[in-house]
Nanobody, 119 residues
Framework: QVQLVESGGGLVQTGGSLRLSCVASVNSGSIFDRNRGGWYRQVPGRERELIASISPGNRMYYADSVKGRFTISKDNTKTTIYLQMNSLKPDDTAVYYC??????????WGQGTRVTVSD
């Protein structure tokens, strides 16, 4: 059973930075070596949206809303993906989720980590 655990959320002021992590459980193996990893975010009343993804071959995608400010990456063990978020804005306030799968949205999800950006 694959389990994903996000961390790194919190409260930050406008213009600040946060780094989110998504760690796959030990029995998942090098899951991001075989699967795409994606970061999604959701605010109340809106659909969950894909904001960044990384393929097994390290091809990256960014939503226009975060392009140039956020960077997705993965570690050498392919068990963790990161989301470096810079120049944060109040509109970035959301619960952030990671997902893994052959295609996104994948069958595997974390529990989410909350990011709040204050004015």
């Amino acid at each position: 059973q694959v389990q994903l655990v996000e961390s790194g959320g919190g409260l930050v002021q406008t213009g600040g930075s946060l780094r989110l992590s998504c760690v796959a459980s030990v029995n998942s193996g090098s899951i991001f070596d075989r699967n795409r990893g994606g970061w999604y975010r959701q605010v109340p009343g809106r659909e969950r949206e894909l904001i960044a993804s990384i393929s097994p071959g390290n091809r990256m995608y960014y939503a226009d809303s975060v392009k140039g400010r956020f960077t997705i990456s993965k570690d050498n063990t392919k068990t963790t993906i990161y989301l470096q978020m810079n120049s944060l804005k109040p509109d970035d306030t959301a619960v952030y989720y990671c997902s893994a799968g052959q295609i996104l949205p994948g069958p595997y999800w974390g529990q989410g980590t909350r990011v709040t950006v204050s004015d």
